[in-house]
């Protein structure tokens, strides 16, 4: 059974940062793409950053500059650096990482953790 645990969500004024970890356990072989999505209310959920298992990153224009995407294959975790958060960066962020399990490669999702941006 494999886990992705989120955590570093909050509450934070415009302007400052963030960063959020998502942790994965259990039964695994290797880590290939990771990344966020996130998800305000009323809207569609949207891919913020990917990071491939060499490194490669990927960004969302409206983040471009501000966040940063990292891993740590050693802690089997996925980090995102929010910087000059903005109130529009308000939303639930998601975690995702395509893992190879001894059955098989599948996409697991963390439970979500809120960000929200606001003085």
């Known amino acids: 059974q494999v886990q992705l645990v989120e955590s570093g969500g909050g509450l934070v004024q415009p302007g400052g940062s963030l960063r959020l970890s998502c942790a994965a356990s259990g039964s695994i072989l290797s880590m290939y793409t990771m990344g966020w999505y996130r998800q305000a209310p009323g809207k569609q959920r949207e891919l913020v950053a990917t990071?491939?298992?060499?490194?490669?990153?990927n960004y969302a224009d409206s983040v471009k500059g501000r966040f940063t995407i990292s891993r740590d294959d050693a802690k089997k975790t996925v980090y995102l650096q929010m910087n000059i958060l903005k109130p529009e960066d308000t939303a639930v962020y998601y975690c995702?990482?395509?893992?190879?399990?001894?059955?098989?490669?599948?996409?697991?999702w963390g439970q979500g953790t809120q960000v929200t941006i606001s003085s």
């Open positions: 990071i491939t298992r060499i490194g490669s990153t």
């Open positions: 995702y990482c395509n893992i190879q399990t001894f059955a098989a490669t599948v996409t697991y």
